[in-house]
């Protein structure tokens, strides 16, 4: 079994920054793209920002020089640094990995979420 446990969400004033984590545990073989997603009461889930294994990067256009995602492989670990936070900012934010997990001789790719961690911007 492969869990994303998030965590770093709370609450802060607008122009303010907060740092979120997202950690992977499990039978983990290998973990490709990671990325975070934000959702907000009676939308959809939206795509904040991405990463490979590699490194590369997408973000959504409302994040841009403002968002920062990175990931430690080691620590099977994705963060998003959020700076000049804005109150249209808030909502719960949640991890997601491709992941190869390992089931007893055999492997397979999961797409895997997180429980979500809220985030709430206040003006």
């Known amino acids: 079994q492969v869990q994303l446990v998030e965590s770093g969400g709370g609450l802060v004033q607008a122009g303010g920054s907060l740092r979120l984590s997202c950690a992977a545990s499990g039978s983990i073989v290998s973990i490709n793209a990671m990325g975070w997603y934000r959702q907000t009461p009676g939308k959809q889930r939206v795509l904040v920002a991405s990463?490979?294994?590699?490194?590369?990067?997408e973000y959504a256009d409302f994040v841009k020089g403002r968002f920062t995602i990175s990931r430690d492989n080691a620590k099977n670990t994705v963060y998003l640094q959020m700076n000049s936070l804005k109150p249209e900012d808030t909502a719960v934010y949640y991890c997601?990995?491709?992941?190869?997990?390992?089931?007893?001789?055999?492997?397979?790719?999961?797409?895997?979420w997180g429980q979500g961690t809220l985030v709430t911007v206040s003006s």
């Open positions: 990463i490979t294994s590699g490194g590369s990067t």
């Open positions: 997601n990995g491709n992941v190869e997990a390992l089931f007893t001789t055999w492997s397979r790719y999961l797409e895997v």
